[in-house]
Each structure stands twice: as structure tokens, then as C-alpha cells.
């Protein structure tokens, strides 16, 4: 099992370009979670979803941001317009859905953005 | 709002010594609590949780409700424990998203 996938590792972007961030969950698993780390702090909640579901985008600035995980493929997390304050590591966490499961991470991704 | 706090950004000891990394937490029902490691250049990666009072590479958690804590203790650090240490927790209604500290960063000196 070759745990959480997310690529790019690495992603550069100028302002107001925008960003596509993908997430493969461990086989097996149905639920994804999306945080931010920003400098100097802990992960932040995102967005919640399962196959073809938004659960809980709560953490999900009202604009700019959009999240999916379609029946196929994998998770994206999308980043629109990004502005410098975007820059950050963007953690992709995976469970197998049943209630207070383990989440295990992805590597992450970090962008920064000039 | 559930919130947890990790006073200490960075905690230095030496080879053998006791450590103990501190977790409070604001939430008034049943919490659960997570402690998750990640070491250089590697993923985050769960070192235990408090329902499975589990004993991982020598690390143990204790949940103090009264005292509204999480705190991590190990007798003897080693070198190889060097690393960042975020406590998290998930509640009921919470739609299983983990709450991060701001984690604290262990350096065990030979």
C-alpha cells in the first residue's frame, strides 16, 4: 500500500494564476480531508469529502476555493486567483469512513506563490 | 470553539532524560486525542491515540479531563525522537476533522 499520494510536491504559481493540488487516498479508503499549514502553525481544517461529496468544507474560504472527489480519479483541491497569502503546505489525509478512524497523511504539497 | 494549545514551541533535552510535551485542550464534551509525529522529511504520521492507550516507541498520553490535558511523556528520550509534535482532537458533531495545536519541536543532544 503505497499510503496517501499528492502531487505536485512543489508548486509555484504568480498571483493570480491557479493552483490544482491532487490527492490519492490510501486503497481502501472513501474519506478525504484537506488542511492548510501556514507558517508557524498547526494544520487547519479544510474541507471533508467522500466519493462525489462535500461532508464539511467549514475551513473553506468562501471564495477562491473549491474542493471535489469525483467517483474516478483523485481529490483536487483548487485554488483560483491565488494570492501571496496562498502560499502555503497543503495536507491531504485519508480514513477508511468509519466513525473517529485514523486519518493518515499525505506528504503534502507546498506552494508558493511570487 | 475547540481549541488546542501547545505552550511550548520548541523543547530541548538531552540523550536519556525524561520529556514530556504538553496538550491542553478546550472542548466541553468527550474529546478524542490524537498525538501525530513528523520527522524530518517524512509525512505526519499517528504515534497514538488516547482510546487505544497504546504505548508507542516508549511514548505514552494520559487524558486528564479535569485538568483538561493530553500531555505526552517518555522516561528516556533518544536521539531518533527528535522531531515536530502536534496533539489534535476530533469531537462529536465535528464531522471527524482533527483540531491541531501549533505543535512543538523535541531536540534530544547526544
Known amino acids: 500500500n503505497a499510503g496517501v499520494m499528492q502531487n505536485p510536491r512543489h508548486l509555484v504559481r504568480r498571483r493570480g494564476q491557479e493552483a490544482r493540488l491532487r490527492c490519492s487516498p490510501m486503497k481502501g479508503h472513501s474519506h478525504v480531508y484537506w488542511y492548510r499549514q501556514l507558517p508557524e502553525e498547526g494544520l487547519k481544517f479544510m474541507v471533508y469529502?467522500?466519493?462525489?461529496?462535500?461532508?464539511?468544507e467549514s475551513g473553506m474560504p468562501k471564495e477562491r476555493f473549491s474542493a471535489e472527489f469525483p467517483k474516478e480519479g483523485p481529490s483536487i483541491l483548487r485554488i483560483q486567483q491565488v494570492v501571496r497569502g496562498d502560499s502555503a503546505a497543503y495536507f491531504c489525509?485519508?480514513?477508511?469512513?468509519?466513525?473517529?478512524?485514523?486519518?493518515?497523511f499525505g506528504p503534502g504539497t507546498r506552494l508558493l506563490v511570487l | 470553539a475547540q481549541r488546542v494549545t501547545q505552550p511550548e514551541k520548541l523543547l530541548s533535552v538531552f540523550k536519556g532524560a525524561p520529556v514530556e510535551l504538553k496538550c491542553n485542550y478546550s472542548y466541553s464534551g468527550s474529546p478524542e486525542l490524537f498525538w501525530y509525529v513528523q520527522y524530518s522529511r517524512q509525512r505526519l504520521q499517528l504515534l497514538l491515540r488516547?482510546?487505544s492507550r497504546e504505548s508507542i516507541k516508549g511514548f505514552t498520553a494520559d487524558l486528564n479531563k479535569g485538568e483538561t490535558s493530553f500531555h505526552l511523556k517518555k522516561p528516556f528520550a533518544q536521539e531518533e525522537d527528535s522531531a515536530m509534535y502536534y496533539c489534535?482532537?476530533?469531537?462529536?458533531?465535528?464531522?471527524?476533522?482533527?483540531?491541531f495545536g501549533k505543535g512543538t519541536k523535541l531536540t534530544v543532544n547526544p
Open positions: 489534535a482532537l476530533s469531537y462529536q458533531g465535528g464531522s471527524e476533522k482533527l483540531v
Open positions: 488516547h482510546i
Open positions: 469529502l467522500q466519493k462525489e461529496n462535500i461532508i464539511d
Open positions: 489525509a485519508s480514513s477508511p469512513g468509519l466513525n473517529q478512524e485514523t486519518q493518515y
